[in-house]
């Protein structure tokens, strides 16, 4: 067990909106690299919160203080530049939102453009090539690449999302119930793809759902009231749960 | 009973104004009619005389259209570099907060000022400075009226290109962020772009203020009906001209400046269209 280095690791992570209360309550947990990860929990639990630590995307707010150790590859996050970490650690939301001003093509490579990174004529049309197969995309879009992103279906917009945060080689992909506002059948193109994914890139994702939890992650974190209460690999999770509050909410008597 | 008073109340009231904007464009029409049949439509528009000597009467509306031209567009190009930081400052850096509000609020208050003050204020301080840095050797003039009307037109500009600012989804900005952009990059790369139409609309309705304000125009540009051959020149605007020679003038004087402000008008109020069409659209998308 020792032998695996996890890619990411939390270490008493604490993340706090006010100077009162606490949203992430000491979180230490190690995360194996090429897995996928589900956070579950309740409404209000700091599940998503512990998410948008990895990317210090709480340094966008002045309010909001995050303590502890995030350890990527053995460096702590939390004294790296935003601006590295992000780039390292890319980022799916809850709601599909591809850049309204851009084409298809140019959402795909906007990590680079926004970044102010040239690519030459070829690593463009290999990188947008390269993204848009491994989210299933390409065979769909690759004679519409000049159209906005915003003119996909809902599903087609989040599988450009997830090929946008791709573009950037992350070695972390953080996903914010990225099925929450999908239709069943968009949702299951997202997690079959995922399962691809994992092979490229660890996964990281918050759901509300626990079937989906089941259906793809290989190791679950169960979170309540900003606590972790357990983190193991997902089916002695669902099978058997070790924490009476973990057994509530999956036969959900919580939630 | 009560209800169908109410409703025939509510909708002579309502009427009343379509009508008044029916009876000032009807107003103008006939008394400019004189102007436009004595030296023809498109050379009254296109002629640089103004001449009331009796006998040899000639009148002609370009000096003034290019007076309107040349402040409005200096104006313009002087307000961008004020009205857009505040934006910014307003709409993304400090949105919501207590400090926002407060540049926010002064800047509103800018456009309560009246206009005679800024002419006052233009005239007696502005004026001498310019002459001072040797600019000009009269002080007034093209150059004097536009940066006074910059500042007029700047909460116009600023407050709605903010509102605009503000409205780009915090969705897209994370994303950006998430991308690893700066926060100069998500401005230039997401914000404006998405924001752009709106702001670009709030500039049209801020030149439509431009193009009609009189008072201060007249305290400081000159008043001379020449073709200005340069922006320290001094020169006369549509607006100014009007309010100039109204008292005055009479018979195919008045209608001649009437048919400038028929001109006036229809310009400013094409402005206003297609600034309030664009902001809709921008609204929209």
């Known amino acids: 067990m020792e032998s695996v280095k996890p890619i990411l690791e939390f270490k008493k992570t604490c993340v706090s909106y006010t100077k009162q209360t606490m949203a992430v309550k ?14 579950m929990g309740p409404s209000g ?7 948008r630590a990895v990317n210090l995307m709480h340094n966008l707010y002045p309010n909001i203080r995050v303590d502890g150790e995030i350890l990527l590859n053995n460096e702590n996050i939390l004294s790296m530049e935003p601006i590295d970490v992000r780039r390292r650690v890319g980022m799916v939301f809850q709601r599909p939102a591809p850049f309204p001003t851009m084409s298809i093509y140019d959402n795909v490579l906007s990590g680079y453009t926004l970044n102010g990174i040239r690519l030459s004529r070829n690593q463009k049309e290999e990188t947008v090539e390269h993204c848009l197969q491994s989210v299933a995309l390409w065979d769909e879009v690759k004679d519409v690449l000049n159209k906005k992103g915003t003119f996909l279906s809902g599903g087609q917009q989040q599988r450009l999302c997830i090929a946008r945060a791709l573009a950037m080689k992350p070695d972390v992909l953080l996903m914010d119930e990225p099925t929450s506002a999908l239709d069943p059948i968009a949702t299951a193109h997202i997690e079959e793809l995922m399962q691809d994914l994992q092979k490229e890139v660890t996964i990281l994702i918050v759901t509300h759902n626990m079937g989906q939890a089941m259906r793809i992650s290989s190791k679950s974190m169960f979170m309540y009231l900003g606590e972790l209460v357990e983190y193991g690999n997902t089916k002695d999770l669902f099978s058997n749960p070790k924490d009476e509050r973990t057994k509530a909410y999956l036969t959900g008597k919580m939630g | 009973m009560n209800d169908k008073l109410y409703k025939i109340l509510l909708f002579v009231a309502t009427l009343t104004m ?8 009807y107003a103008l029409v006939t008394d400019a009619y004189d102007a436009f049949e004595h030296f023809g439509f498109f050379k009254f528009l296109t002629s640089s005389d103004w001449n009331y000597t009796d006998g040899s009467e000639q009148y002609g509306a370009l000096p003034f259209i290019t007076g309107t031209l040349m402040t409005t567009l200096l104006a313009l190009i002087f307000c961008i570099p004020f009205s857009l930081p505040v934006a910014l400052f307003v709409g993304e850096y400090f949105n919501g907060t207590k400090i926002a509000a407060i540049l926010s609020t002064v800047t509103d208050l800018l456009a309560g000022i009246p206009s005679i003050i800024y002419g006052l204020w233009g005239f007696y301080t502005l004026r001498p400075l310019i002459m001072a840095f040797d600019i000009s050797p009269q002080g007034s003039g093209i150059l004097t009226a536009s940066l006074v009307l910059a500042i007029m037109i700047v909460p116009y500009a600023a407050s709605l290109s903010a509102e605009f600012i503000k409205m780009v989804p915090n969705d897209l900005k994370e994303g950006a962020y998430s991308l690893g952009a700066t926060h100069a990059e998500v401005i230039r790369k997401i914000v404006f772009p998405v924001a752009g139409s709106g702001i670009f609309s709030s500039y049209i309705l801020a030149i439509g203020r431009a193009l009609g304000e009189t008072m201060t125009v007249t305290m400081l540009i000159g008043n001379t009906n020449n073709i200005p051959d340069s922006i320290t020149s001094t020169g006369n605007s549509m607006a100014s001209i009007i309010a100039n020679q109204f008292g005055e003038a009479d018979d195919l004087r008045l209608s001649s400046l009437i048919a400038i402000g028929l001109a006036l008008f229809l310009i400013t109020a094409i402005i206003n269209m297609i600034g309030k069409i664009m902001i809709k659209r921008a609204r929209i998308a």
Do not use: D, H
């Open chain 1, 26 to 39: 000491y979180v230490s947990a190690a995360i194996e690299r090429n897995t996928i990860t589900a956070i």
């Open chain 2, 18 to 25: 379509p009508i008044v904007c029916g009876g000032v464009m």
């Open chain 1, 45 to 51: 639990c700091g599940k998503s919160t512990l998410l």
